[in-house]
Every structure is written in structure tokens, then in C-alpha cells.
């Protein structure tokens, strides 16, 4: 089992792996089967260790982690406690916390907000290839 991991991923999800908990990354073609949004929880982290995708973590970048989207996805992460929005872009598994819907960087946690509180509620949105926010948005999440 060991020789069909790559050496890219990262020792939380080898460690998830080994454990028989598998988050496996969704084809492209079925992103349109993803709910427009999710709601949940957010967190964040400030790791510089290598991500799920290869990517070594940068916590100045507006990036995030999923359990399912394909990397390179784009999402707006909108708090509900204030409504400030941001984009990143989803370059590693998680979170894996139940409840939790994503965790952002450093850099998107404080512009969204909630450095200092650690955990928010968001509404999670994908973004199209072309750029355009897909239909429903923070107003489905109930607040």
C-alpha cells in the first residue's frame, strides 16, 4: 500500500490514509454536482508544510483546504457574523473537524475577520472556470 502513495502528500493525510480514512479529490466534471454553497464552519491554520496537492503551505496566501473540491478550485468564503468575503484557492485537504466546512490561511482568516476568534460560521461558494459565482450565495446559509 505504501508504494502506491505519492511523496507529495502531506503527513496528515498519509497519516488519514494509513488510518483508512480516505478524502479523495472529485474529477473536475463532477464539480456541478457540488452543492453552489455549503454552510458550516470555518477555521484557520498557518502551516508552511507541504499541502495535499504539493504545494508548499504559504499562510500570506489566500488559500484553503476541502475535503472534496479539486484542487485549483475557486471559492468566496463570506463570515456570516460580519459579511466580509473573500476568494481563495483550494490547495489542500480538510478540515477534519465535524462541523467544519473549510479551513482558510492565515491571510484569509484575518481579512475575513476572525483571527482572534479562530472559528466562524461562512457560507462557502464556488466559483465558476469563468469567474462567475455559481447561483445561491451567503443569503441561503439563513442569515
Not at 508544510?49 to 500570506?60: F, H, I, L, N, Y
Not at 473537524?97 to 481579512?111: L, S
Not at 462557502?124 to 446559509?141: I, K
Request: net charge positive.
Amino acid at each position: 500500500m505504501l508504494a502506491l502513495i505519492r511523496p507529495h502528500i502531506s503527513p496528515l493525510c498519509l497519516l488519514l490514509a494509513l488510518a483508512g480514512l480516505f478524502f479523495s479529490p472529485i474529477s473536475v466534471s463532477r464539480v456541478h454536482a457540488i452543492p453552489a454553497v455549503q454552510c458550516g464552519k470555518a477555521s484557520w491554520y498557518a502551516l508552511t508544510s507541504m499541502t495535499a496537492s504539493g504545494q508548499r503551505a504559504d499562510p500570506s496566501k489566500m488559500t484553503a483546504a476541502h475535503r472534496t473540491l479539486p484542487f485549483g478550485s475557486r471559492v468566496h468564503v463570506t463570515n456570516l457574523r460580519n459579511g466580509k468575503t473573500v476568494s481563495v484557492t483550494i490547495n489542500d485537504r480538510g478540515p477534519f473537524v465535524t462541523g467544519r466546512v473549510i479551513d482558510v490561511t492565515k491571510a484569509a482568516a484575518i481579512e475575513l475577520g476572525f483571527l482572534k476568534r479562530g472559528v466562524t460560521q461562512v457560507a462557502v461558494t464556488l466559483v465558476s472556470p469563468n469567474g462567475q459565482t455559481r447561483q445561491g450565495g451567503a443569503s441561503t446559509c439563513g442569515n
